[in-house]
């Protein structure tokens, strides 16, 4: 683990670094479980971060079971809010505390507020949707515009509502706050001269009283006609529909799952076109979710999304428990 706070900030190895001499030993400090690598590009610092660290935080938070659960049903959705909320506060503290120079979980002390100011970009932030799998539960957390749904028997279950401006609980939210939202004159929401695509995000530290990072979560007992989840980012979802994503993997799982789907159409009587594309596909990838993954991420970018394109698909046929 390097122990240079000097390491350019576009590197893509981060580590802890040690505080600086005068820094108060009383200071709140979030370290990492293990070290992490994330993306060169610095965009994608903050994502990059809960992709390698989230999962860690909601395992320390359901380890520590911490006293705000005391008195609630386990596993109830009041016990997984909490729970979940917690984790996310964590990641976004994490977040708000890496050093300018890419040092992971604190600001060294070694960088001025204009030198953060510069190096680390106070606009930069990132939505997190995240799925844990029970036994008998489907536990999901959402913060930001990013999106899950469920196939179930043929049908399009959506598990989560994204945090948009226009959502009327989040325009009041903010209002509630204090904040100046108001629509440009081409309709989109802002807030003083920041354009607004989300209410709930992860980072973005000069919006930070209106942006939280408190997830809604959702949960859904598990059944045996659960198919797979689909969990994508908003660049995907603003160019396919719930349906159409269903309907594509639905395809790709087809052909694995006979029994299952004895070459059945959707709950909505849509056929399947896959028959001769999928078996092609399937030798180019080890899953059916991958394939699945693929195709997705592949339709989205032809349909000219302009927004970044994540896409996750988890079969539940070979995971019923």
């Keep these: 683990m390097s122990e240079n706070c000097d390491s350019p900030p576009h590197s893509n190895t981060y580590s802890q670094c040690l505080p600086d001499k005068d820094r108060a030993s009383s200071e709140p400090r979030l370290l990492p479980l293990f070290p992490v690598e994330v993306p060169d590009a610095h965009h994608d610092l903050v994502s990059g971060f809960c992709q390698a ?22 596993a109830s959705v009041d016990w997984w809010d909490i729970l979940m909320t917690r984790s996310f506060r964590n990641m976004d503290g994490l977040v708000l505390r890496t050093c300018p120079c890419g040092e992971l979980g604190v600001n060294c002390g ?14 930069v932030g990132s939505t997190a949707a995240v799925v844990l799998l029970s036994d008998n539960q489907i536990i999901v957390a959402n913060c930001g515009d990013s ?3 469920l196939a179930n028997n043929g049908n399009t279950v959506p598990l989560t509502h ?19 939202i108001s629509r440009s004159t081409d309709g989109r929401v802002k807030i003083d001269d920041h354009l607004l695509t989300t209410t709930r995000a ?36 603003d160019v396919v529909s719930t349906d159409t994503a269903c309907h594509v993997a639905r395809g790709c799982f087809r052909h694995s799952h006979p029994p299952y789907y004895a070459n059945a159409d959707d709950a909505n009587g849509e056929p399947h076109h896959f028959d001769t594309l999928v078996p092609s596909l399937s030798l180019m990838y080890p899953s059916p979710s991958a394939t699945a993954t ?13 927004d970044n394109i994540s896409v996750i698909v988890i079969d539940l046929m070979n995971n019923r428990s």
């Design 294 to 306: 693929a195709i997705l991420s592949r339709i989205a970018g032809i349909r000219g999304s302009e």
């Design 202 to 237: 992860i980072g973005n530290r000069h919006l930070k009283e209106y942006l939280i990072p408190d997830p809604d979560v959702t949960l859904r007992t598990r059944d045996s006609k659960d198919e797979f989840l689909i969990i994508a980012s908003a660049g995907f979802w």
């Design 110 to 123: 070694n960088h001025s507020t204009q030198t953060q100011s510069s190096q680390y970009s106070e606009f």
């Design 162 to 180: 994204p945090h948009k401006p226009d959502r009327p609980d989040e325009w009041a939210r903010i209002e509630e706050l204090g904040g100046p």
């Design 147 to 149: 999106g899950v749904v």
């Design 53 to 74: 660290q989230m999962h860690q935080m909601v395992l320390e938070v359901l380890l520590t079971r911490t006293s705000e659960i005391q008195g609630i049903a386990p």
